[in-house]
Structure formats: structure tokens, C-alpha cells
């Protein structure tokens, strides 16, 4: 199944990120748990965790973008 992930809230105070470097390229397969990407807030640089294997389809955000919680991300195929 098809879905798009979006940029997900890892603090209580978090509102915005910048999204710094991709793990993976499109068409490379992950696992659950897989590091996607990385995003730094004002505090810290953090790596997100792929939510389910797949697939990437596509990148919406490109590293550097400045994004706000909720933004979408990436498309990918769920297995």
C-alpha cells in the first residue's frame, strides 16, 4: 500500500525542522526501524526511524528544506 510519510513531532515543543541528509535513496528498500533521514531542531539532530519495511517512491523534501510538523516528506510502498 501506498502512503506518504510526514515530518513527525519528536518533541513537545517541536514545531519546525530542518531536514539534513536522507539515509536512503528512491528505490531502496528499508526495515521497520531503518534510518530514513535526519532533521535538526534548534537542540539537536535527530534520525528518523522508518514506521514499517517498504520501499522509498519518492522524496518531497530535499535535504535542507526548513519544514513544519505534519509536512509530507516521502512517498513509499508498504510491504
Known amino acids: 500500500m ?17 531536514l539534513t541528509e536522507w539515509h536512503k535513496t528512491v528505490g531502496d528498500s528499508f526495515r521497520l526501524g531503518d534510518m ?28 535542507g528544506s526548513e519544514l513544519e510538523v505534519g509536512a509530507p516528506v516521502c512517498r513509499i510502498e508498504q510491504n
Do not use: H, R
Open 36 to 63: 530514513l533521514y535526519s532533521v535538526e531542531t534548534e537542540k539537536v539532530v535527530t534520525e528518523v526511524e522508518a514506521p514499517c519495511d517498504g520501499v522509498l517512491l519518492s522524496i518531497i523534501a530535499a535535504a
Open 2 to 18: 501506498k502512503a506518504v510519510l510526514k515530518l513527525p513531532k519528536l518533541s513537545m515543543n517541536m514545531e519546525e525542522a530542518t
